[in-house]
C-alpha cells in the first residue's frame, strides 16, 4: 500500500497550486481522507477532509480558498488551494482512514495510513 502526495512547490501569495494524493493497493473511493500540514516549529494541523460518504470539512483558515475532490479514475483525492497566504507554507500531507465515524475530523486520523508529504512554499 502506498500513498503519495504531490504538486507542491514554490508560489507567491494570491497563487493557487493543486495537490493530489494518489494510492496504491487501496481503494480511495468511499474512504475518508484528510489533508493535514505542519508548518516549521508548528503543530501538524487539520486542513481539509473527504468523508466515507463524501460530507467535506475544511479548517476556517482555508475555507472559501480550499476546495477538496475526489478524482475517482485516477484513485486519487485532490486539494485546489487558491489565493495563497505567506501562512499556509508547510509540509502538506494526506492519510486515510476507512470512515470517520463519529470521531471530530482532526481527530479521526490519528490511526489512519499517513502518506509522504509534499511542501508548499508562499512567498514573494
Known amino acids: 500500500v502506498q500513498l503519495q502526495a504531490s504538486g507542491g512547490g514554490l508560489v507567491q501569495p494570491g497563487g493557487s497550486l493543486r495537490l493530489s494524493c494518489a494510492a496504491s493497493?487501496?481503494?480511495?473511493?468511499?474512504?475518508?481522507v484528510g489533508w493535514f500540514r505542519q508548518a516549521p516549529g508548528k503543530e501538524r494541523e487539520g486542513v481539509s477532509c473527504i468523508n466515507s460518504d463524501d460530507t467535506i470539512y475544511y479548517a476556517n483558515s482555508v475555507k472559501n480558498r480550499f476546495t477538496i475532490g475526489r478524482e475517482s479514475t485516477k484513485n486519487a483525492v485532490y486539494l485546489q488551494m487558491d489565493n495563497l497566504r505567506p501562512e499556509d507554507t508547510a509540509v502538506y500531507y494526506c492519510?486515510?482512514?476507512?470512515?470517520?465515524?463519529?470521531?471530530?475530523?482532526?481527530?479521526?486520523?490519528?490511526?489512519?495510513?499517513w502518506g509522504q508529504g509534499t511542501l508548499v512554499t508562499v512567498s514573494s
Open positions: 492519510v486515510v482512514e476507512v470512515t470517520l465515524g463519529g470521531t471530530p475530523w482532526k481527530k479521526a486520523f490519528d490511526s489512519g495510513f
Open positions: 493497493g487501496i481503494n480511495l473511493n468511499g474512504m475518508a
